[in-house]
C-alpha cells in the first residue's frame, strides 16, 4: 500500500471516529447543564493524566503510553454504545459488542496501525501494565469527581449505593494511594450530604 | 507544599477546565448536526496526531510532546473565547487576552506545573520546534475536514474564500507535505462543487 492509499485510509477512520462526540455517557459536565460525551470525557481524562502522574509510585507509568491507551479506549463505544458503570445486563455481552466494534472503526486504517490501537485498547482493558491500572484510575475517578460536584446528580438519579462506587473504585489504591484517599475520603462525604446511598 | 496541598490545586484545575467542553467553535460535527466544543475538537485533534504522524520527514516531532502540546493548546479559550479564524477584528487583541486567561486557569496549579503548560501552550503559539508546526498543521487541518465534509457548513455562513483557507494552512507544506498536497486538492474540489468561493 502506497502512501496516498494509507492517507486515504487514516482520513476514513478520522472521519469515522466524529461520531465519538455523539455518545452520551450518564455523567454530567461539572455545571449540571448537560451530559457528557465520550469525545470531551477522553479529553479531560489525558488532562488528569498528565496533571496527577505524580502521585502513582515509583517507578511510574510511561505517561505517552498513558495517553494514547486513553485516547483510543472509548473509540469502541462508536458502535457497542456507552455501558453504564452499574448496569450488570449491558455488561454481559459488553466483551463481544467492543471487540466487533474494534474490528470495524480501527479496522478503517491502514494494518500495522489497526493492530496498534487494538492492542492499545485491550491493554487498557485488561489493566496488567502499570499504564493501563493508571489509565483506569483516572477513568473511574473523573465520573466520581463529577459526581460529587454535581450534588451526586447522576448517582441519585440511577439509585447508586456507595459500596458499588468503593467497588468500582477498589483498583485505584495500588496505583495511586493518595488519589484512592481522596475518593474515598470524598465518597464518605457525599453520604453524609445525601448525594449517595449508604 | 505537600502533596495533598498539590492535589487540592490539581483538583480545582481539572474541575475548571470542565468549561472547556462549553466553548463552542464555528465548526459543525461531520453530519452536520451541531457545533463543536473545544474539548471534543482536542481529543479528534489527538487522535489526528497519533494516525498522522509518518507524514512528516524525518527527523519527526517527538509525538508525547505534541499530544501534551494539544491537549493544553485552547485551555486559555475558556476566559478568552474562541476566536473565529477568520475573524481579523478578534485577532487584535487575542495574544493580551490569552495570555490572561493562561495565568489565571494554568494558575490553579501548583508553581511548577502552572509553568510547564505555558510553556507548552507558547510553544505551541510560537510555531517554531518540529512539534508545535505538526500540533498547528493537524490544529488547520482538521476543520477543513471537517467543512469539506459537510459541504462547507462553516465556510459559507461565513462568507469564506480559498485565498483565506490557503493562507491559513501554508504553514503546513514543510511539515507534512502529503498532508499539503490533501487539503489544497480538498480546497480545489470545494470551490468546483461551490462549497468554498474562488
Known sequence: MNQGERLQKQIEFIKEIDKLKHILRQTVLMDGSRQENDAEHT??????????????PEPRPNLSKVLKMLLVHDIVEIDAGDTFAYDTAGYEDKQEREMKAAERVFGLLPEDQKQELISL?????????LEAKYAAAIDRIQPL?????????????????????LNRISGVADIAPSLYELVTG???DAVQKGYLQE
Do not use: C, D
Request: charged letters at 15%; glycine letters at 6%; zero cysteines.
Open 145 to 165: 469527581l463529577h459526581n460529587y460536584y454535581t450534588g451526586g446528580l447522576s448517582w441519585k438519579k440511577h439509585g447508586v449505593r456507595s459500596s458499588q462506587v
Open 43 to 56: 479529553w479531560h481524562l489525558a488532562m488528569m493524566a498528565m496533571v496527577l502522574l505524580e502521585h502513582t
Open 121 to 129: 485498547w485491550l491493554e487498557f482493558e485488561e489493566r496488567q501494565s
Open 186 to 188: 470524598l465518597i464518605q
